[in-house]
Protein backbone atom coordinates (compact mmCIF):
# COMPACT_ATOMS: atom_id res chain seq x y z
CA UNK A 1 0.00 0.00 0.00
CA UNK A 2 1.21 3.21 -1.05
CA UNK A 3 1.39 6.21 1.41
CA UNK A 4 0.57 9.80 -0.24
CA UNK A 5 1.78 13.02 1.46
CA UNK A 6 -0.27 15.93 1.29
CA UNK A 7 0.09 19.68 2.61
CA UNK A 8 -1.72 18.29 6.29
CA UNK A 9 0.42 16.07 6.60
CA UNK A 10 3.70 18.53 6.48
CA UNK A 11 4.36 20.59 9.26
CA UNK A 12 6.31 23.89 8.24
CA UNK A 13 7.62 24.02 11.73
CA UNK A 14 10.31 21.57 11.06
CA UNK A 15 12.23 23.99 8.57
CA UNK A 16 11.47 26.91 9.27
CA UNK A 17 14.08 27.96 11.58
CA UNK A 18 16.73 25.98 9.14
CA UNK A 19 18.97 27.22 6.52
CA UNK A 20 18.93 25.39 3.48
CA UNK A 21 21.65 25.65 1.06
CA UNK A 22 20.70 25.06 -2.34
CA UNK A 23 23.88 23.98 -4.44
CA UNK A 24 23.16 24.58 -8.20
CA UNK A 25 20.68 26.64 -9.97
CA UNK A 26 19.85 25.04 -12.42
CA UNK A 27 16.40 22.95 -13.51
CA UNK A 28 15.78 22.21 -9.85
CA UNK A 29 17.95 24.50 -8.21
CA UNK A 30 16.30 28.02 -9.35
CA UNK A 31 12.59 26.15 -8.33
CA UNK A 32 13.63 24.50 -5.06
CA UNK A 33 15.24 28.00 -4.22
CA UNK A 34 12.93 30.35 -5.01
CA UNK A 35 9.58 28.45 -3.88
CA UNK A 36 11.59 27.51 -0.62
CA UNK A 37 12.20 31.30 -0.44
CA UNK A 38 9.14 32.37 -0.84
CA UNK A 39 7.51 29.74 1.64
CA UNK A 40 9.38 31.49 4.08
CA UNK A 41 12.80 29.58 4.44
CA UNK A 42 16.33 30.93 4.47
CA UNK A 43 17.67 29.81 1.82
CA UNK A 44 21.47 30.75 0.31
CA UNK A 45 22.20 29.00 -2.90
CA UNK A 46 25.72 27.60 -3.47
CA UNK A 47 27.76 28.31 -6.85
CA UNK A 48 30.98 28.25 -7.68
CA UNK A 49 33.05 31.94 -8.64
CA UNK A 50 32.96 30.88 -12.41
CA UNK A 51 29.36 30.30 -12.31
CA UNK A 52 27.55 31.38 -14.99
CA UNK A 53 24.18 30.84 -13.03
CA UNK A 54 25.40 33.47 -10.33
CA UNK A 55 23.83 36.29 -12.23
CA UNK A 56 20.31 34.82 -12.22
CA UNK A 57 20.14 33.59 -8.89
CA UNK A 58 21.03 37.22 -7.50
CA UNK A 59 18.49 38.95 -9.90
CA UNK A 60 15.94 36.73 -8.62
CA UNK A 61 16.86 37.96 -5.22
CA UNK A 62 18.62 35.00 -3.20
CA UNK A 63 21.72 35.07 -1.59
CA UNK A 64 24.54 33.35 -3.54
CA UNK A 65 27.52 31.89 -1.41
CA UNK A 66 30.55 29.04 -2.91
CA UNK A 67 29.33 25.60 -2.41
CA UNK A 68 31.55 24.96 0.42
CA UNK A 69 30.35 28.53 2.38
CA UNK A 70 27.11 27.52 1.90
CA UNK A 71 26.93 23.94 2.95
CA UNK A 72 28.79 25.45 6.36
CA UNK A 73 26.21 27.89 7.26
CA UNK A 74 23.21 25.90 6.42
CA UNK A 75 21.40 23.15 8.31
CA UNK A 76 20.14 21.04 5.24
CA UNK A 77 22.25 20.96 1.99
CA UNK A 78 20.68 19.99 -1.36
CA UNK A 79 22.55 19.18 -3.60
CA UNK A 80 21.14 19.88 -6.80
CA UNK A 81 24.05 19.91 -9.44
CA UNK A 82 24.42 17.50 -11.97
CA UNK A 83 24.69 13.64 -10.75
CA UNK A 84 27.92 13.53 -12.50
CA UNK A 85 29.39 15.98 -10.85
CA UNK A 86 27.77 15.59 -7.46
CA UNK A 87 30.73 13.47 -6.49
CA UNK A 88 33.30 16.04 -6.99
CA UNK A 89 31.16 18.98 -5.65
CA UNK A 90 30.58 16.94 -2.21
CA UNK A 91 34.60 16.61 -1.51
CA UNK A 92 34.10 20.50 -1.57
CA UNK A 93 31.59 20.50 0.89
CA UNK A 94 32.01 17.57 2.97
CA UNK A 95 34.15 19.78 6.23
CA UNK A 96 30.80 21.96 6.06
CA UNK A 97 28.57 19.29 7.42
CA UNK A 98 28.03 19.25 11.06
CA UNK A 99 26.05 16.42 13.09
CA UNK A 100 22.55 16.52 12.85
CA UNK A 101 22.63 18.31 9.33
CA UNK A 102 20.92 16.75 6.28
CA UNK A 103 22.48 16.16 2.43
CA UNK A 104 19.19 16.41 0.37
CA UNK A 105 19.14 14.98 -3.01
CA UNK A 106 16.43 14.99 -5.97
CA UNK A 107 17.96 12.11 -7.31
CA UNK A 108 19.06 8.92 -5.84
CA UNK A 109 22.29 7.66 -8.15
CA UNK A 110 25.39 8.76 -6.04
CA UNK A 111 23.64 7.84 -2.69
CA UNK A 112 23.09 4.58 -4.23
CA UNK A 113 25.92 3.88 -6.37
CA UNK A 114 28.18 4.59 -3.63
CA UNK A 115 29.17 7.82 -5.85
CA UNK A 116 28.93 9.52 -2.62
CA UNK A 117 29.09 8.19 1.31
CA UNK A 118 27.81 10.85 3.65
CA UNK A 119 29.23 11.03 7.26
CA UNK A 120 27.27 8.63 9.33
CA UNK A 121 26.44 11.45 11.85
CA UNK A 122 23.83 13.48 9.29
CA UNK A 123 20.56 12.87 7.59
CA UNK A 124 20.22 11.94 3.90
CA UNK A 125 16.96 12.36 2.75
CA UNK A 126 16.00 12.57 -0.82
CA UNK A 127 12.73 15.22 -2.03
CA UNK A 128 12.46 14.66 -5.94
CA UNK A 129 9.78 16.22 -8.11
CA UNK A 130 8.56 13.71 -10.93
CA UNK A 131 8.51 16.82 -13.17
CA UNK A 132 11.34 19.15 -14.97
CA UNK A 133 12.59 21.77 -12.93
CA UNK A 134 10.54 24.89 -14.67
CA UNK A 135 7.36 23.15 -14.17
CA UNK A 136 8.20 23.27 -10.53
CA UNK A 137 8.24 26.44 -10.36
CA UNK A 138 5.58 27.25 -12.63
CA UNK A 139 3.26 25.31 -10.50
CA UNK A 140 4.01 26.73 -7.45
CA UNK A 141 3.65 30.39 -8.62
CA UNK A 142 0.17 29.26 -9.92
CA UNK A 143 -0.93 28.26 -6.48
CA UNK A 144 -0.62 23.94 -8.24
CA UNK A 145 1.82 21.49 -6.90
CA UNK A 146 4.19 19.11 -8.33
CA UNK A 147 3.74 15.35 -7.49
CA UNK A 148 6.94 14.14 -6.12
CA UNK A 149 8.80 11.30 -4.36
CA UNK A 150 10.54 11.27 -0.87
CA UNK A 151 12.92 9.05 0.66
CA UNK A 152 14.90 8.72 3.64
CA UNK A 153 18.27 7.12 3.84
CA UNK A 154 19.88 7.70 6.80
CA UNK A 155 17.86 8.92 10.22
CA UNK A 156 20.46 10.19 12.21
CA UNK A 157 18.24 12.65 14.28
CA UNK A 158 15.04 10.74 14.15
CA UNK A 159 13.14 13.75 12.07
CA UNK A 160 14.46 13.15 8.70
CA UNK A 161 11.22 12.53 7.11
CA UNK A 162 9.20 15.59 9.14
CA UNK A 163 11.49 17.45 7.46
CA UNK A 164 12.11 16.28 4.05
CA UNK A 165 7.91 16.66 4.10
CA UNK A 166 8.35 20.18 4.94
CA UNK A 167 10.78 20.28 2.61
CA UNK A 168 8.62 18.95 -0.07
CA UNK A 169 5.94 21.10 1.28
CA UNK A 170 8.15 24.28 1.19
CA UNK A 171 8.95 23.39 -2.79
CA UNK A 172 4.91 23.02 -3.41
CA UNK A 173 4.98 19.14 -3.90
CA UNK A 174 2.75 18.30 -1.01
CA UNK A 175 -0.02 20.09 -2.70
CA UNK A 176 -0.14 17.54 -5.52
CA UNK A 177 0.53 14.49 -3.25
CA UNK A 178 4.09 12.97 -2.22
CA UNK A 179 4.86 9.23 -2.63
CA UNK A 180 7.20 7.60 0.14
CA UNK A 181 9.93 5.01 -1.67
CA UNK A 182 13.71 4.27 -0.91
CA UNK A 183 16.72 5.71 -2.73
CA UNK A 184 17.19 2.36 -4.61
CA UNK A 185 13.54 2.21 -5.48
CA UNK A 186 13.85 5.17 -7.03
CA UNK A 187 16.92 5.29 -8.55
CA UNK A 188 16.36 2.09 -10.51
CA UNK A 189 12.87 2.55 -11.56
CA UNK A 190 13.84 6.32 -12.86
CA UNK A 191 16.88 4.86 -14.69
CA UNK A 192 14.44 1.94 -15.92
CA UNK A 193 11.84 4.19 -16.96
CA UNK A 194 13.93 7.18 -19.12
CA UNK A 195 15.87 4.11 -20.93
CA UNK A 196 13.39 1.50 -21.71
CA UNK A 197 10.40 3.44 -21.83
CA UNK A 198 10.79 7.49 -22.05
CA UNK A 199 13.69 8.88 -23.06
CA UNK A 200 15.31 5.57 -25.09
CA UNK A 201 12.32 3.45 -25.82
CA UNK A 202 9.89 6.28 -27.38
CA UNK A 203 12.69 7.79 -29.52
CA UNK A 204 13.47 4.34 -31.06
CA UNK A 205 9.84 3.48 -31.62
CA UNK A 206 9.48 6.70 -33.25
CA UNK A 207 12.24 6.82 -35.38
CA UNK A 208 11.90 3.03 -36.36
CA UNK A 209 7.99 4.18 -37.07
CA UNK A 210 9.08 7.20 -39.23
CA UNK A 211 12.17 5.36 -41.41
CA UNK A 212 9.71 2.14 -41.92
CA UNK A 213 7.22 4.66 -43.82
CA UNK A 214 9.72 6.99 -45.50
CA UNK A 215 11.81 3.36 -46.97
CA UNK A 216 8.68 2.62 -48.31
CA UNK A 217 8.46 5.77 -50.51
CA UNK A 218 5.85 7.43 -48.45
CA UNK A 219 6.72 11.70 -47.56
CA UNK A 220 9.10 12.43 -44.61
CA UNK A 221 6.48 15.42 -43.96
CA UNK A 222 3.52 12.52 -43.44
CA UNK A 223 5.60 10.22 -41.44
CA UNK A 224 6.93 12.64 -39.18
CA UNK A 225 3.48 13.52 -38.20
CA UNK A 226 2.30 10.27 -37.99
CA UNK A 227 5.12 9.33 -36.21
CA UNK A 228 6.52 11.91 -33.92
CA UNK A 229 3.78 15.00 -33.73
CA UNK A 230 1.06 12.63 -33.01
CA UNK A 231 2.72 11.03 -30.63
CA UNK A 232 1.72 14.07 -27.72
CA UNK A 233 -1.53 13.66 -28.31
CA UNK A 234 -1.77 10.31 -27.64
CA UNK A 235 0.05 10.48 -24.29
CA UNK A 236 -2.15 13.62 -23.42
CA UNK A 237 -4.80 11.09 -23.76
CA UNK A 238 -2.75 8.16 -21.40
CA UNK A 239 -1.66 11.14 -18.98
CA UNK A 240 -5.66 12.46 -18.79
CA UNK A 241 -7.37 9.19 -17.83
CA UNK A 242 -4.93 6.08 -18.59
CA UNK A 243 -4.74 3.58 -21.56
CA UNK A 244 -8.75 3.14 -21.59
CA UNK A 245 -9.47 7.03 -21.96
CA UNK A 246 -6.91 6.61 -25.22
CA UNK A 247 -8.65 3.73 -26.63
CA UNK A 248 -12.20 5.65 -26.11
CA UNK A 249 -11.17 8.31 -27.96
CA UNK A 250 -9.39 7.14 -31.10
CA UNK A 251 -11.63 5.89 -33.46
CA UNK A 252 -13.04 2.10 -33.36
CA UNK A 253 -10.32 0.93 -36.31
CA UNK A 254 -7.16 2.19 -34.77
CA UNK A 255 -8.27 1.03 -31.40
CA UNK A 256 -8.85 -2.36 -33.09
CA UNK A 257 -5.80 -2.02 -35.05
CA UNK A 258 -3.57 -0.82 -32.26
CA UNK A 259 -4.64 -3.40 -29.63
CA UNK A 260 -4.36 -6.36 -32.38
CA UNK A 261 -0.76 -5.34 -33.35
CA UNK A 262 0.30 -3.62 -30.74
CA UNK A 263 1.82 -6.93 -29.03
CA UNK A 264 3.59 -7.76 -31.88
CA UNK A 265 5.97 -4.66 -32.32
CA UNK A 266 6.70 -4.75 -28.54
CA UNK A 267 7.05 -8.59 -28.56
CA UNK A 268 8.17 -10.85 -26.18
CA UNK A 269 12.29 -9.66 -27.33
CA UNK A 270 11.45 -5.88 -26.42
CA UNK A 271 10.54 -7.56 -23.17
CA UNK A 272 13.79 -9.80 -22.86
CA UNK A 273 15.90 -6.58 -23.67
CA UNK A 274 13.56 -4.63 -21.03
CA UNK A 275 14.43 -6.78 -18.33
CA UNK A 276 18.10 -7.43 -19.38
CA UNK A 277 18.14 -3.32 -19.39
CA UNK A 278 16.81 -3.67 -15.81
CA UNK A 279 19.38 -5.79 -14.98
CA UNK A 280 22.23 -3.73 -15.44
CA UNK A 281 20.69 -1.05 -13.91
CA UNK A 282 20.36 -3.41 -10.88
CA UNK A 283 23.45 -4.76 -10.61
CA UNK A 284 25.29 -2.07 -11.08
CA UNK A 285 26.28 -2.43 -15.33
CA UNK A 286 24.95 1.05 -16.24
CA UNK A 287 26.01 2.90 -13.39
CA UNK A 288 29.36 1.83 -14.10
CA UNK A 289 29.65 2.40 -17.53
CA UNK A 290 27.87 6.11 -17.16
CA UNK A 291 30.71 6.96 -14.82
CA UNK A 292 33.70 5.70 -16.93
CA UNK A 293 32.05 7.23 -19.66
CA UNK A 294 32.32 10.56 -18.02
CA UNK A 295 35.57 9.96 -16.50
CA UNK A 296 37.10 9.73 -20.03
CA UNK A 297 35.68 12.88 -21.49
CA UNK A 298 32.08 11.41 -22.72
CA UNK A 299 33.35 9.99 -26.47
CA UNK A 300 30.52 7.69 -26.43
CA UNK A 301 28.31 9.89 -25.60
CA UNK A 302 29.12 12.62 -27.79
CA UNK A 303 28.85 10.33 -30.94
CA UNK A 304 25.32 9.22 -29.95
CA UNK A 305 23.93 12.69 -29.08
CA UNK A 306 25.38 13.87 -32.96
CA UNK A 307 23.85 10.69 -34.16
CA UNK A 308 20.73 11.88 -33.27
CA UNK A 309 21.18 15.43 -33.91
CA UNK A 310 21.41 14.60 -37.30
CA UNK A 311 18.57 11.87 -37.97
CA UNK A 312 16.31 12.41 -40.78
CA UNK A 313 13.70 13.19 -39.02
CA UNK A 314 15.20 16.21 -37.24
CA UNK A 315 15.91 17.85 -40.49
CA UNK A 316 12.77 17.00 -41.45
CA UNK A 317 10.62 18.48 -38.51
CA UNK A 318 12.27 21.70 -37.95
CA UNK A 319 11.06 23.66 -41.00
CA UNK A 320 7.56 21.55 -40.45
CA UNK A 321 7.76 22.72 -37.00
CA UNK A 322 7.98 26.01 -37.37
CA UNK A 323 4.89 26.21 -40.36
CA UNK A 324 2.23 24.46 -37.93
CA UNK A 325 3.56 27.28 -34.98
CA UNK A 326 -0.22 27.71 -35.28
CA UNK A 327 -0.05 24.79 -32.60
CA UNK A 328 0.94 27.35 -29.55
CA UNK A 329 -1.16 30.00 -30.54
CA UNK A 330 1.63 31.45 -32.75
CA UNK A 331 -0.61 32.79 -35.38
CA UNK A 332 2.15 35.38 -36.79
CA UNK A 333 5.02 33.23 -36.86
CA UNK A 334 3.35 30.54 -38.71
CA UNK A 335 2.00 33.39 -41.69
CA UNK A 336 6.19 34.63 -41.39
CA UNK A 337 7.27 31.04 -41.76
CA UNK A 338 4.99 30.22 -44.71
CA UNK A 339 5.69 33.35 -46.30
CA UNK A 340 9.35 32.64 -46.28
P1 LIG B 1 21.28 21.11 -13.98
O1 LIG B 1 22.10 20.48 -15.03
O2 LIG B 1 20.16 21.98 -14.40
O3 LIG B 1 22.28 21.92 -12.97
C1 LIG B 1 22.99 22.99 -13.44
C2 LIG B 1 23.50 23.78 -12.25
O4 LIG B 1 24.58 23.08 -11.63
C3 LIG B 1 24.00 25.12 -12.69
O5 LIG B 1 23.67 26.10 -11.74
C4 LIG B 1 25.50 24.90 -12.74
O6 LIG B 1 26.17 26.08 -12.52
C5 LIG B 1 25.72 23.95 -11.59
N1 LIG B 1 26.96 23.19 -11.77
C6 LIG B 1 27.29 22.42 -12.83
N2 LIG B 1 28.52 21.90 -12.65
C7 LIG B 1 28.96 22.36 -11.46
C8 LIG B 1 30.16 22.17 -10.72
N3 LIG B 1 31.15 21.39 -11.18
N4 LIG B 1 30.29 22.79 -9.52
C9 LIG B 1 29.29 23.57 -9.05
N5 LIG B 1 28.12 23.78 -9.69
C10 LIG B 1 27.97 23.18 -10.88
O7 LIG B 1 20.80 19.97 -12.97
P2 LIG B 1 19.31 19.38 -12.82
O8 LIG B 1 18.47 20.38 -12.13
O9 LIG B 1 18.86 18.79 -14.11
O10 LIG B 1 19.59 18.16 -11.84
C11 LIG B 1 19.88 18.36 -10.46
C12 LIG B 1 19.43 17.12 -9.70
O11 LIG B 1 18.02 16.99 -9.81
C13 LIG B 1 20.01 15.82 -10.26
O12 LIG B 1 20.25 14.95 -9.18
C14 LIG B 1 18.90 15.28 -11.13
O13 LIG B 1 18.92 13.88 -11.30
C15 LIG B 1 17.70 15.69 -10.31
N6 LIG B 1 16.43 15.80 -11.04
C16 LIG B 1 16.37 16.52 -12.22
C17 LIG B 1 15.19 16.64 -12.91
C18 LIG B 1 15.11 17.48 -14.13
O14 LIG B 1 14.05 17.49 -14.75
N7 LIG B 1 16.13 18.20 -14.58
C19 LIG B 1 13.94 15.97 -12.43
C20 LIG B 1 14.08 15.35 -11.13
C21 LIG B 1 15.30 15.25 -10.50
P3 LIG B 1 27.44 26.53 -13.43
O15 LIG B 1 26.99 27.80 -14.06
O16 LIG B 1 28.52 26.69 -12.41
O17 LIG B 1 27.75 25.42 -14.39
MG1 LIG C 1 16.49 10.56 -14.31
MG1 LIG D 1 -4.65 7.89 -37.63
Redesign the pocket.
Known sequence: NTTVYYDDDADHSAIEDKTVAV???????HAHSQNLSESGVDVVVG??K????RAAAKADGLRVAT?AAAAAEADIVS?????T??P??FDQIEDGLEPGDTLQ???G?NIHYNQIQPPEDVDVTMV??K???HLVRRNYENDEGTPGLLAVYQDETGEAKEEALAYAHGIGCTRAGVIETTFREETETDLFGEQAVLCGGMTALVKEGYETLVDAGYSPEMAYFECLNEMKLIVDLMYEGGLSNMWDSVSDTAEYGGLSRGDDIIDDHAREKMEQVLEEVQDGTFAREWIAENQAGRPSYTQLKEAEETHHIEQVGEPLRDLFAWDDGNEEEAAEAAAD
Do not use: E, K, N, T
Request: aromatic share 10%; charged share 5%.
Open positions: LGYGSQGLRSSSSPVLVPDVQAVFAHFAPSPG
